[in-house]
């Protein structure tokens, strides 16, 4: 069978915000993404996105509107990480900026091991579930051991 369109890659999703000055910064602070292209500016119409991308360049993979988040289904976002980024993360929990999805503190041990990829399950200020992916699981395993007691 063939497709009607072979695409390439992800291109973006959206996430709602009620506080997008603060959900920019947190997402720069956290993730280290960074506004992107022509709606890079200081307060855009609501209905209007602010895109975010790696701040190694590359196409945008959030768009943030302001509005309330959608509810029901599972809605998580996942970003993915090498070994030395995923470990890196692991090592700076807990952190003030970050939330289990149960809103108590994410710590190391909390990440999910799915045998072929690790994670960890987090919330953006506005309630948004995200994830911190990882396929190089031998070695953030062998990481992972070393810093849990």
């Keep these: ?30 993730l280290g993404l960074k506004p992107f292209g022509k709606w890079r500016q200081s307060d855009p119409a609501p209905d209007h996105p602010v895109f975010l991308a790696p701040g190694t360049g590359g196409a945008h993979v959030v768009s943030l509107f302001v509005g309330d988040r959608p509810t029901g289904g599972d809605r998580t976002v996942a970003f993915h990480a090498g070994a030395d980024a995923f470990l890196a993360f692991a090592a700076a ?14 710590t190391s041990d909390r990440h999910n091991d799915y045998g072929m990829a690790i994670t960890f399950k987090f919330l953006d200020p506005a309630g948004n579930h995200l994830e911190l992916v990882t396929y190089e699981h031998d070695a953030v395993r062998a990481g992972l051991k070393d810093m849990l007691p």
């Design 1 to 30: 069978m063939t497709p009607l369109v072979r695409t390439d890659r992800l291109d973006h999703v959206h996430l709602y915000v009620l506080d997008r000055p603060a959900a920019i910064d947190w997402y720069h602070r956290v």
């Design 93 to 106: 929990l807990p952190h003030d900026d970050l939330q289990a999805l149960d809103g108590t503190a994410l």
